[in-house]
């Protein structure tokens, strides 16, 4: 158990030191950030200057080893644009991202799961027939689509909630809370329910197929046969079963939540980490993309090796080094 | 002294709480909020530390400067300096005002002035396109100073407008001397988040991304004309969320409304939609140096070095249609490389050539190319109004006469450093005067490049002596007329011999609520000195 974690975390750096070498290589070509910090009217002159200043003029080889030699000892340098250390930009916007993303998962799983689970018991009702169709489009509808057309009817037309921010935070050490304020939970939904759409017709599609499929097989008949009950052999032993497919994807899904959880948080103006990074984008401010794009890697590695942990639990044949097995 | 009893204490409290609500009270009836959004989160609080017109703006309202533009007529009026005088050409001496205090209390000295002018031509700074020229800053007494430059300075009231202060003292004692220094990774300088100026508007609160505070400083040293007492700004990235937020009452006041919802803002009965001409003249740019244009099929020439051809696809251009169709009114067509505000600028210059096809096509004939030729074209798709969409209009027209553009768009941090590597042979620019004045175009556009600002964004590498005297003469000359004389030549050498094709100036639009009252200016920032919420 030991030697498989340690493993995965030294894939982990591998697959980081591989995503930080793509981005320095893609780097090169996002442009030049000293066109911003000077403004238009600056010499040829002045902007050399603050170029070699920033070492924005040595070559790529000597900019990536800098920067892999300043994270290993967790530094990530300066952000151009905003003067403030990365690592401090990051650890502010974090708590919004997460907040955001968990938010919108468990919506996903508290609504996708039994609309699946409905949707395979009582297939062909209407009300089923309407749950596949809405979820088609769900699936179909880009975010930023749903997330304007949210704010058109419900900030905009009936005013029911805010169109963008993060409303009152209330700070706990580090980490600052939207979820202790009625204001912060306005402001969350509007948000977390167009980030969780998508999630949610994957999830209620997924449990449906499994479901239908466990179903179908024979210990579910003597199970019936048993005479256990509806009830029973619904939850007690279908749901379950179809459980670890909808873990590994919900699990892949919520890394997605949190690493693409930037076109939410542009449209909504949600102050987390894809609304730094696109700001990082436009600003060429290399330092900010960098770290972002290497905590992101680090953020799947990690729920991937959760997700892996999981089935250990779940799956009774894949604790190995157990004696026998039934 | 008296001993605290009980009851002192009891009577005190009282007081206090009295006190506290009749402040609570009349604060709740005074209060005026002002809440507005633009596209753009400024990055730092630091004055020097990015040369950025809505941070520079937004700086304003906490940190002031010497000198200040009227929001109204644009002429350079007092603020914390009361009068200046020429001492030599080279040494301007300035009154500071008496009586004016930083948002700590502290007053407002020679020695602030010396050292927030000090700052900005430091090493580490990034507003030393504000201070060329500039010497060395001398205090003369506790509230006089002298600026001494490296030569005679006609524009250095206008530079002065930019330079804002701050407090010495507090400099010192939190570690911000001097502007931030992106190598240090070690620090970050505590003037990056924080302010201490003399303005109307103290920094209250600031998140990056959700909301900046200021409130009004009570101990301002001047007349507030508007009514706000607190000014909340919001960044909101999504042009749409922009104006739903205004529609739905959650903002006061967009800055950048995109145009197509123009109409529909426009219709609405609650808001109001005020237009102003920017600052910033929208114009092309052609490579007048290389001998052969990569991406052409002229081999072994350069057409674009040839004036007729320059006119040629300058009169191909239906001006009048870009502005009806692509920028939907939003501008005003111009002749001229600067907007009517800038000094230099003339009735005269600003006419046009006129739009002819069959013109167009003679001269391209004379010029030996009757059946037109390839070119290549660029163009930035995130920078101007538009951008993107007026270069597909002018490649539509260049094909009429049969000149076939090769059209790339790029994004603003690919496309700057691309033609300042001189790499394009045909490139849109927009240009803005902050200084107000012709020479800041001319120097930057229209001389032969070479050193301190000398045609640092003449990326066609245009060049002709006249225009080089003309603009060394005007970087020194302080007799005004004959200044202004020498500017509108420079302008008209630049329309005759076709250095650019000027297109248009940018019209800005700013949309809010009904009960709004502001004053537009030219350089799109709004003067928080002059907001009334009705």
């Known amino acids: 158990m030991l030697a498989f974690i340690l493993q995965r975390l030294i894939q982990a750096v591998v697959v980081m030191v591989t995503v930080a070498f793509i981005a320095f290589l893609l780097f090169q070509y996002v442009g030049d950030p000293v066109v911003f910090l000077l403004g238009q009217d600056a010499t040829k002159a002045q902007i050399d200057e603050l170029r070699s200043d920033l070492g924005l003029d040595r070559s790529f080889v000597v900019q990536f080893g800098h920067f892999l030699a300043n994270a290993v000892q967790g530094e990530f340098g300066l952000s151009l644009r905003q003067g403030a250390k990365v690592s401090g930009l990051i650890a502010e916007r974090l708590p919004a991202t997460l907040e955001l993303a968990l938010v919108a998962a468990t919506l996903a799983l508290a609504i996708g799961i039994p609309m699946g689970v409905y949707a395979a018991l009582r297939r062909g009702t209407w009300i089923s027939q309407l749950f596949m169709t809405v979820s088609l489009l769900g699936v179909s509808l880009p975010t930023f689509l749903i997330g304007i057309l949210l704010i058109l009817v419900f900030a905009v037309m009936l005013g029911w909630f805010p169109s963008f921010g993060r409303g009152d935070v209330v700070k706990m050490g580090w980490w600052s809370s939207g979820l202790m304020t009625a204001k912060g939970w306005q402001h969350i939904v509007l948000p977390a329910v167009t980030l969780a759409i998508f999630q949610l017709t994957l999830i209620m599609r997924l449990v449906r197929a499994e479901m239908l499929e466990v179903l179908r097989t024979d210990y579910i008949k003597f199970a019936r046969a048993r005479g256990l009950s509806n009830r029973a052999i619904h939850f007690g032993h279908a749901l379950k079963n179809t459980l670890v497919p909808v873990m590994t994807i919900t699990g892949l899904q919520l890394g997605g939540l949190i690493a693409f959880a930037i076109i939410t948080e542009t449209v909504f103006q949600w102050p987390g980490m894809g609304l730094l990074f696109i700001q990082a984008v436009t600003f060429a401010d290399i330092p900010v993309m960098a770290a972002y794009l290497c905590l992101i890697a680090l953020i799947f590695v990690v729920i991937n090796l959760v997700v892996d942990l999981l089935y250990f639990v779940v799956d009774p044949r894949l604790r190995v080094g157990k004696p026998g097995g039934h | ?534």
């Not at chain 2, 633009?38 to 020097?48: C, F, L, R, V």
């Not at chain 2, 004692?173 to 502007?179: A, G, I, T, Y």
């Not at chain 2, 300042?420 to 240009?431: D, F, N, P, T, V």
Request: hydrophobic share 40%.
């Open chain 2, 1 to 534: 002294m008296n001993k605290l009893t009980p009851r002192h204490v009891l009577s005190g409290a009282l007081m206090a709480s009295l006190t506290l609500a009749g402040l609570l009270s009349a604060s709740l009836v005074q209060a005026k909020p002002f809440k507005w959004a633009s596209a753009g989160e400024i990055s730092t609080w630091d004055i020097h530390s990015q040369n950025n017109a809505l941070q520079n703006g937004i700086h304003a309202a906490v940190y002031e400067s010497l000198v200040y533009y009227n929001s109204r007529t644009f002429k350079v009026e007092p603020m914390l300096a009361t009068s200046w005088s020429l001492v030599t050409p080279s040494q301007m001496r300035m009154n500071l005002r008496k009586g004016v205090k930083f948002h700590d209390g502290s007053d407002f000295t020679a020695d602030d002035a010396v050292y927030s002018l000090t700052r900005a031509m430091s090493k580490t700074s990034n507003f030393t396109p504000y201070v060329t020229g500039f010497d060395r800053i001398v205090k003369v007494d506790n509230h006089t100073i002298d600026i001494i430059t490296k030569g005679p300075n006609p524009v250095l009231l206008r530079q002065m407008t930019e330079l804002r202060m701050m407090s010495k003292a507090w400099a010192e004692k939190n570690n911000s001397v001097e502007p931030k220094d992106l190598k240090n990774v070690a620090q970050e300088t505590f003037a990056n988040r924080n302010a201490m100026g003399t303005g109307p508007f103290v920094l209250k609160q600031w998140v990056p991304d959700q909301k900046m505070v200021l409130a009004k400083n009570p101990n301002w040293w001047g007349q507030m004309e508007g009514n706000v007492t607190e000014i909340i700004y919001t960044p909101i990235r999504s042009e749409a969320t922009r104006i739903a937020a205004l529609l739905s009452g959650e903002v006061d006041l967009v800055l950048d409304p995109s145009p197509q919802d123009l109409p529909r803002l426009r219709s609405n009965g609650n808001l109001r939609v005020i237009d102003g001409v920017e600052n910033r003249t929208i114009f092309l740019g052609m490579d007048q140096h290389r001998e052969e244009l990569p991406g052409s099929n002229i081999k072994g020439k350069n057409p674009l070095k040839d004036v007729r051809v320059r006119k040629a696809l300058y009169q191909a251009i239906d001006i009048n249609t870009i502005n009806r169709v692509t920028m939907r009114g939003l501008s005003q067509p111009t002749g001229a490389l600067v907007a009517p505000q800038v000094d230099g600028w003339t009735e005269g210059v600003h006419k046009r050539f006129p739009f002819s096809v069959d013109e167009s096509k003679a001269l391209l004939t004379q010029a030996g190319y009757p059946n037109g030729f390839e070119v290549d074209f660029a163009c930035p798709n995130n920078r101007y109004i538009n951008d993107e969409e007026i270069c597909q209009a002018i490649t539509a027209m260049w094909a009429k006469v049969g000149v076939r553009a090769k059209l790339r768009t790029l994004p603003l941090v690919t496309y700057f450093p691309m033609i300042q590597r001189y790499e394009a042979s045909i490139y849109m620019l927009g240009w803005g005067v902050p200084t107000f004045d012709a020479l800041y175009s001319l120097q930057s556009l229209t001389r032969t490049v070479g050193t301190g600002g000398d045609g640092n964004y003449n990326v066609g590498r245009y060049t002709n002596q006249r225009m080089d005297y003309i603009v060394d003469r005007i970087k020194t000359e302080i007799d005004f007329p004959v200044r202004n004389r020498l500017m509108t030549e420079g302008l008209q050498l630049s329309n005759d011999t076709v250095s650019h094709i000027p297109l248009h100036n940018q019209i800005i639009p700013w949309a809010m609520k009904k009960n709004i009252d502001v004053v537009h200016r030219a350089d799109n920032r709004l003067d928080w000195r002059l907001i009334k919420v009705n």
